[in-house]
């Protein structure tokens, strides 16, 4: 989000900083940039749609989705259980968080009930 807001690509200026170059300068994307954090209830994934659609919306940088149909969904105990993300941006953070919220709505995963774990 740094490099979308700043044009400062951390790793790229930290590794430059300590060669001793300057780092290149990239311009600014957006001034102000969010992520929402794609989540689900325990479930057997059947299906996921929405993607490409959010991928598609004006503001939307990266869509990363870590599981596909087949893949169980546990509980939600740590960041590890986090389906994936949307990042994008706007003129301002309230546009930001519009887009990336939008682009979350966008994406529907289905599938049944995980009995084996007591959320029947």
């Known amino acids: 989000m ?3 807001t700043t044009g400062v690509h951390l ?3 930290t590794v ?4 001793g170059i300057p780092a290149p300068h990239h311009p600014q994307v957006f001034p102000a940039a969010a992520v929402r954090f794609l989540t689900a209830p325990p479930m057997q994934i059947e299906r ?7 991928r598609t ?3 939307i940088v990266r869509v990363d989705l870590d599981v596909q149909p087949g893949q169980e969904v546990r509980p939600l105990a740590s960041s590890d259980e986090r389906l994936g993300y949307v990042l994008g941006g706007g003129a301002s953070l309230e546009d930001a968080v519009t887009c ?3 682009a979350a709505e ?3 995963v289905e599938g049944s009930v995980l009995a084996h774990l007591g959320l029947t």
Do not use: K
């Not at 430059?16 to 060669?19: G, I």
């Open 2 to 4: 740094t490099a979308l």
């Open 11 to 13: 790793q790229q200026a």
């Open 16 to 19: 430059c900083h300590l060669l």
């Open 48 to 54: 996921i749609t929405g993607v490409d659609s959010a």
């Open 57 to 59: 919306l004006p503001g």
């Open 100 to 102: 990336v919220q939008g």
């Open 106 to 108: 966008q994406i529907q």
